[in-house]
């Protein structure tokens, strides 16, 4: 199993972007897929979680600003970003988990300030 991020890149603060992960196989087979974030310094951190039947979960901070998403037909998972913080600058990682955990590789979002 693969995945690939991208979409991330340099924005000012309170802009937008969305990030794509798509996946070498069908993310139906896919307990649930997530989005986690590691800032330099600090540890990853859960982001945002997606189940098969499409019920999204977002920590505190990102709730009314992210959006978790998914699209079979693609088979992809986006993460629409909006209000951006200078503290939202991370790596991006996708996360898809069935009986293992994937990983992506990783997309850098810079927000200035």
């Known amino acids: 199993v693969q995945l690939q991020a991208s979409g991330g890149g340099l924005v000012q603060a309170g802009g937008s972007l969305r990030l794509s992960c798509i996946a070498s196989?069908?993310?139906?087979?896919?307990?649930?897929m997530a989005w986690y974030r590691q800032a330099p310094g600090k540890e990853r951190e859960l982001v945002a979680t997606?189940?098969?039947?499409?019920?999204?979960k977002y920590v505190d901070a990102m709730k009314g600003r992210f959006t978790i998403a998914r699209d079979v037909a693609k088979d992809a998972a986006f993460l629409g970003m909006n209000s951006l913080k200078p503290e939202d600058t991370a790596v991006y990682y996708c996360?898809?988990?069935?009986?293992?955990?994937?990983w992506g590789q990783g997309t850098q979002v810079t927000v200035s300030s």
């Open positions: 196989v069908g993310i139906n087979s896919f307990n649930y």
């Open positions: 997606i189940t098969v039947g499409g019920k999204a």
């Open positions: 996360n898809a988990h069935s009986s293992e955990d994937y």
